[in-house]
């Protein structure tokens, strides 16, 4: 059974950090590029942050770049997401995705809340 388990989310002060884990079981987790993604209330979910496989090139939107950073480990079959200088515009849901050749994110975590506020 294929599966993604995203963890590390809380309640933070702006400026601080906190760092996301995506725990994956089921599939090759080494074959696969992985994706980060958020969505706020009443927004369309978002593009964060992309590791290909090997971890050989690294994708980040705009908004998140120099804040930001993903990374994965092939031998705990995780990714991760080390955000700092959290901003309350960061307050969202965030949620792994495996991205499949071709481009398709085709397998999706449950998600972890992120809330950035004083």
């Known amino acids: 059974q294929v599966q993604l388990v995203e963890s590390g989310g809380g309640l933070v002060q702006p400026g601080g950090s906190l760092r996301l884990s995506c725990v994956t079981s089921g599939f090759p987790f080494l074959n696969y590029d992985m994706g980060w993604f958020r969505q706020a209330p009443g927004k369309e979910r978002e593009f964060v942050a992309l590791?290909?496989?090997?971890?050989?090139?690294?994708d980040y939107a705009d908004s998140v770049k120099g804040r930001f950073t993903i990374s994965r480990d092939d031998y705990e079959n995780t990714a991760y997401l080390q955000m700092n200088s959290l901003k309350p515009e960061d307050t969202a849901v965030y949620f792994c995705?495996?991205?499949?050749?071709?481009?398709?994110?085709?397998?999706w975590g449950q998600g972890t809340q992120v809330t950035v506020s004083s």
């Open positions: 995705a495996r991205r499949r050749l071709g481009g398709k994110y085709d397998v």
């Open positions: 590791i290909t496989l090997n971890g050989g090139h690294t």
